[in-house]
């Protein structure tokens, strides 16, 4: 079945420090991949998605993209804030079906 | 502002006891979904609806219940039978279930937990 392996946390970073936050996936097909993150005490906001392969994803300085050789959606960001500290989680979704498969998150600190 | 709203935010519930969860949203989507997320855990989808009166059980439906009367509501009621309830719940939204416009958007949150 589907599945989605992220790195394990805790992640804690300085500011203004590089941030990576691997994600690999197993799925039949062409799956549209995203990130999503979630404050402490909130739901999941989209953070970004790519629909097909070699397609970047970008928002709010993140980027991610779609690697189908290496069945990778890496989330990245070059100089990372306080505000950045949440979890953060890589899904999955096939064609022309419901499900959304999540990874397990990865809890992101960053320190001032 | 459209966007979807759970209540409570907090929710306790004694052993035993059946407890409703709200989930409204004014998106004018279709679809609507619940899912459950355990600490250290992913998300995991316990019913879906593409369609009012219609509704889907996702991976771990036994000991819910779900209704969908209307477009906008979509409540989640957890029953007695549901052995380990202490969780919390997302309620999620999407213009329809598959194709380009299937990006799910998620309401706050209902934390339960059960005394």
């Known amino acids: 079945g589907d599945s989605v392996t992220q790195m394990e946390g805790p992640v804690t970073l300085s500011e203004e420090a590089f941030l990576t936050i691997n994600c690999t996936y197993t799925?039949?097909?062409?799956?549209?991949l995203f990130w999503y993150v979630q404050y402490p005490g909130e739901g999941l906001q989209l953070l970004l998605k790519?629909?097909?392969?070699?397609d970047k994803g970008s928002n709010k300085g993140f980027e991610a993209t779609y690697r189908k050789e290496t069945t990778s959606f890496h989330l990245e960001k070059g100089s990372v804030q306080v505000s950045d500290s949440a979890v953060y989680f890589c899904?999955?979704?096939?064609?022309?079906?419901?499900?959304?498969?999540f990874g397990a998150g990865t809890t992101v600190t960053v320190r001032a | 502002d459209g966007g979807i709203t759970q209540s409570p935010k907090y929710l306790f519930r004694k052993e035993g006891q059946n407890v409703t969860l709200s989930c409204e949203q004014n998106?004018?989507?279709?679809?609507m979904y619940w899912y459950r997320q355990d600490p250290g855990q992913g998300l995991r989808l316990i019913y879906y609806?593409?369609?009012?009166?219609?509704?889907q059980k996702g991976d771990i439906a036994e000991g819910y219940s779900v209704s969908r009367e209307k477009k906008e509501s979509f409540p989640l009621t957890v029953t007695s039978a549901q052995k380990n309830p202490t969780a919390f719940y997302l309620c999620?939204?999407?213009?329809?279930?598959?194709?380009?416009?299937?990006?799910?958007?998620f309401g706050p949150g209902t934390r339960l937990t059960v005394l």
């Open positions: 799925a039949t097909g062409y799956p549209s």
């Open positions: 999620a939204s999407s213009i329809e279930v598959t194709g380009e416009t299937d990006t799910q958007y």
């Open positions: 998106l004018n989507h279709d679809a």
């Open positions: 790519a629909t097909k392969a070699d």
């Open positions: 609806s593409q369609i009012v009166n219609d509704f």
């Open positions: 899904a999955l979704r096939r064609s022309n079906d419901y499900k959304l498969s």
